[in-house]
């Protein structure tokens, strides 16, 4: 009994987090089929049929697994099985609206490829069964390698348009991998692992990469100097620059929303402090002067506080201080006694860290209104969380018991953990990009 009511209980807790967090992140004029309810019952049930390219079937007939995988990786989405169903349509001309009704189908999406010679054109619908019209139809164009990035740009607008926010599956994160014991790589791909691009090798350790707000550049820490130092790499001339080089160790960039300056971590003269420099290495300052630990800082959306983590309390907790320093520090995580790693969601309403619970350290979102924290992952070995640029899933690395570290998302209300596969080498760390105009 008193287990059957602890469930019940934690029902009730995750239903009241996602109502609230819905209420925070979704606009009211998106079509109405977002009701977060717990569980399977808060995803939207969608079929993705496989797209008609006629005879000239290549390995574009994908095309739709893809777009499925991104929106299911959302958890928002449930991707219905179309195997059953007699009749594939390639558009939105003649749709048997009581087939797709019986597969409880809410949406449907269809399309028709048409390649020639190494271009292709990519005619597509979104239809909602329900009132039996259509959304959306579009029609893209590119060539045969960029069918991967037609599928993400797809998957993009029928999350617009069913939740009312960008979508993020056409947009890039970095990594590091460990190549070999003494090769290190800072790679950037496409978000869901595919597209890789070396753009640092090094025969020392690169940690804490963080893609800047206007996703020009990278700032990172290498150890190529004999200890950490950070270094800002310029993605468009292939230039860097040394921003933090002094005594002691220089770690954890965090980019000012404006991207200009970065909040830092030095020992120049003591413990861990926070210091904030300009992205070139000019002008820096303390932002604190404190006896205790004071590290890991992420800023607000609005640039005006600084997030960090610190042990004044004893264990480390998540604190925050306005960017002058003046102000008194507040501590904002009291749930849990060890919390860590702070990154704020684009709309400053949600706070993300580690929480180390029962020795496991697990993925957390708190609500910044309420002060509800939602568990997000089931651990053990959780690290580096980072938030999409729409706030609504989660980059982060893990590790099981005895295995090397890899990389995965998590959707922000929990339901869908998704691995990326980037290879078989072990990934130390790794950051999310920009959402970029096309």
Not at 49 to 68: D, V
Not at 211 to 237: C, H, M, N, R
């Amino acid at each position: 009994m008193i287990i059957k009511m602890k469930t019940i209980k934690n029902y009730i807790h995750r239903f009241i987090f996602l109502i609230s967090l819905i209420t925070l992140s979704y606009p009211s004029n998106s079509i109405e089929v977002i009701e977060i309810l717990g569980g399977k019952a808060s995803q939207i049930p969608i079929a993705i049929t496989p797209f008609n390219e006629g005879e000239n079937s290549t390995s574009i007939q994908k095309m739709h697994k893809i777009i499925a995988n991104d929106l299911e990786r959302s958890g928002l989405f449930s991707s219905l099985n179309t195997s059953g169903v007699s009749t594939i349509p390639d558009s939105d001309m003649f749709i048997n609206f009581s087939n797709w009704s019986a597969l409880q189908a809410q949406f449907l999406v269809v399309g028709k490829i048409i390649t020639t010679r190494n271009k292709l054109t990519t005619r597509w619908s979104l239809i909602d069964i329900y009132k039996e019209k259509t959304v959306l139809s579009m029609e893209f164009s590119g060539s045969k390698r960029q069918y991967r990035a037609i599928a993400h740009k797809i998957s993009d607008l029928v999350y617009e348009k069913l939740t009312g926010s960008q979508g993020v599956f056409h947009t890039r994160i970095t990594f590091v991998k460990k190549k070999t014991d003494k090769i290190y790589g800072l790679y950037v791909s496409d978000y869901d692992g595919f597209n890789q691009k070396v753009i640092v090798n090094s025969s020392q350790p690169i940690i804490s990469p963080r893609w800047s707000p206007d996703g020009k550049k990278i700032a990172y820490v290498s150890f190529e100097k004999k200890k950490p130092v950070i270094y800002v790499q310029d993605l468009t001339s292939g230039k860097r620059v040394l921003v933090a080089n002094f005594k002691g160790n220089n770690s954890a960039p965090a980019w000012s929303p404006d991207s200009k300056k970065l909040a830092i971590v030095l020992t120049y003269s003591a413990n861990s402090q926070i210091y904030i420099i300009n992205s070139d290495g000019s002008e820096i300052k303390q932002l604190m002067r404190t006896r205790s630990i004071n590290t890991e800082p992420a800023w607000s959306p609005d640039g005006k506080d600084i997030f960090f983590s610190s042990d004044r309390g004893g264990n480390p907790q998540i604190y925050k201080v306005n960017v002058d320093g003046v102000t008194d520090v507040n501590r904002v995580t009291f749930e849990g006694k060890y919390n860590l790693s702070p990154s704020l969601s684009p709309d400053g309403k949600l706070l993300l860290f580690l929480m180390q619970d029962n020795g496991k350290f697990r993925v957390a979102v708190q609500n910044l209104a309420s002060n509800q924290v939602l568990k997000l992952t089931k651990g053990p070995h959780d690290e580096s969380p980072i938030f999409s640029p729409n706030g609504h899933m989660i980059l982060f690395t893990y590790k099981d018991y005895g295995k090397k570290t890899k990389i995965g998302t998590v959707s922000v209300n929990g339901l869908k953990v998704t691995p990326i596969k980037v290879g078989s080498e072990s990934i130390q760390e790794s950051s999310w990009g920009p959402i970029i105009a096309n």
